[in-house]
T-cell receptor
Framework: AQRVTQPEKLLSVFKGAPVELKCNYSYSGSPELFWYVQYSRQRLQLLLRHISRESIKGFTADLNKGETSFHLKKPFAQEEDSAMYYC???????????FGAGTQVVVTP | GAVVSQHPSRVICKSGTSVKIECRSL??????MFWYRQFPKQSLMLMATSNEGSKATYEQGVEKDKFLINHASLTLSTLTVTSAHPEDSSFYICSARVGHRQGTYNEQFFGPGTRLTVL
């Protein structure tokens, strides 16, 4: 069965410190993974996806098939990074997404 | 980027009544739309996948007679909560998948959500 696990409900970091959000998945096929972000009072939006291998707003995420992980990292957190972050796995050909429980990131000055 | 709207943004209704929520893709055609439910401080739970012109596919445990989904056009899907009860109170979010737009294949765009409160 497919599953996405985000073990941390809350991450509190200081501005300028590195931040890493953990995501592990289980999926029998070839996974397609995403990170979505939800800022306060805003809709969910795509942050990045593993197939594009890009850095968005300083965030990167590498798919590690051996460890079945897709951790999100940023070397220097900013206050505007405070938000809810969801790791998601595409679960079928229609694009159905399986979301993790989410990690609330709070960046304090 | 592509925009998805939802209407209404919030609705309060009496127990036993039905409520319809609309999800529209404003500047693209969406062959597939998804409906999610989000409880406070919890993740999004997929309720159903809606393909234009065909019956919705419901996730296990979601009552299809309770949550009626219609996807009559490539820009509109509706979710009707029938005979609503207080336990149906939740935040309902839709998303629309861009089918063949270059560079955004498979990307989903989310609506702002609808807060339903059943008294």
């Amino acid at each position: 069965a497919q599953r996405v696990t985000q073990p941390e409900k809350l991450l509190s970091v200081f501005k300028g410190a590195p931040v890493e959000l953990k995501c592990n998945y289980s999926y029998s096929g070839s996974p397609e993974l995403f990170w979505y972000v939800q800022y306060s009072r805003q809709r969910l939006q795509l942050l990045l996806r593993h197939i594009s291998r890009e850095s968005i707003k300083g965030f990167t995420a590498d798919l590690n098939k051996g460890e079945t992980s897709f951790h999100l990292k940023k070397p220097f957190a900013q206050e505007e990074d405070s938000a809810m972050y969801y790791c998601a796995l595409r679960a079928d050909s229609w694009g159905k997404l399986q979301f993790g429980a989410g990690t609330q990131v709070v960046v304090t000055p | 980027g592509a925009v998805v709207s939802q209407h209404p943004s919030r609705v309060i209704c009496k127990s036993g009544t039905s409520v319809k929520i609309e999800c529209r893709s404003l500047d693209f055609q969406a062959t597939t739309m998804f409906w999610y439910r989000q409880f406070p401080k919890q993740s999004l739970m997929l309720m159903a996948t809606s393909n234009e012109g065909s019956k919705a596919t419901y996730e296990q445990g979601v009552e299809k007679d309770k949550f009626l989904i219609n996807h009559a056009s490539l820009t509109l899907s509706t979710l009707t909560v029938t005979s609503a009860h207080p336990e149906d109170s939740s935040f309902y979010i839709c998303s629309a998948r861009v089918g063949h737009r270059q560079g955004t294949y498979n990307e989903q765009f989310f609506g702002p959500g609808t807060r339903l409160t059943v008294l």
